[in-house]
């Protein structure tokens, strides 16, 4: 079945520095990549939408030029925290649609914590 | 692979009659089972989740129904109403909190007035 691969699964980074996170698809083309990031009460806001080839499209009170996402091909996906602050610290995880009208599928997620 | 699978991309159910969402997962070492529910341009809402200790939670109109041998769980809404329309994912995860969650890859339900 269609599978994206999310990594790394767990980081743990100095403040002001920067993490990337990267979703890959491993047996389908996505050309559109879904980030999420989990809230305490375990809802997943919707960050982003990426398109293949094209500038993300963030949602309303996300920072674009903190939260770096790249969709250079069909199979990548890369979102970068800049310059990380502990309150970025969360659970991030992108998803994309799967062709054919078989549903999303997710990657199992990264755990940020900026200390 | 797919470790957590819901087999049937959409259900639809009549107002006021009871909709069954199934999921299946492969891993056994899954302890924490959750369900959300997804509109249209929104990110999954929490709806309600299951430890492996219980094999019954009950919210409201929601239940969820965890059979750990059988390795499947399922959502019971009950009576459907219209605003229920969404799709819904099951997911698992090792503990409360872990650092990985597994979703499955959705249900659209649709109640029919």
């Known amino acids: 079945g269609a599978v994206v691969s999310q990594h790394p699964s767990r980081v743990i980074c100095k403040s002001g520095t920067s993490v990337k996170i990267e979703c890959r698809s491993l047996d389908f083309q996505a050309t559109t990549m879904f980030w999420y990031r989990q809230f305490p009460k375990k809802s997943l806001m919707l960050m982003a939408t990426s398109n293949e080839g094209s500038k993300a499209t963030y949602e309303q009170g996300v920072e674009k030029d903190k939260f770096l996402i790249n969709h250079a091909s069909l199979t990548l996906s890369t979102l970068t925290v800049t310059s990380a602050h502990p309150e970025d610290s969360s659970f991030y995880i992108c998803?994309?649609?799967?062709?054919?009208?078989?549903?999303?599928?997710f990657g199992s997620g990264t755990r940020l914590t900026v200390v | 692979d797919q470790q957590v699978k819901q087999n049937s991309p959409s259900l639809s159910v009549q107002e006021g009659r009871i909709s069954i969402l199934n999921c299946d997962y492969t891993?056994?070492?899954?302890?924490?089972f959750l369900w959300y529910k997804k509109y249209p341009a929104e990110g999954p809402t929490f709806l309600i989740s299951i430890s492996s200790i219980k094999d019954k939670n009950e919210d409201g109109r929601f239940t969820v129904f965890l059979n750990k041998s059988a390795k499947h769980l399922s959502l019971h809404i009950v009576p459907s109403q219209p605003g229920d329309s969404a799709v819904y994912f099951c997911a698992a995860s090792g503990t409360p909190g872990a650092n990985n969650l597994f979703f499955g890859t959705g249900t659209r339900l649709t109640v029919i007035p």
């Open positions: 998803s994309a649609i799967v062709t054919g009208g078989l549903g999303y599928t």
């Open positions: 891993n056994s070492m899954f302890d924490y």
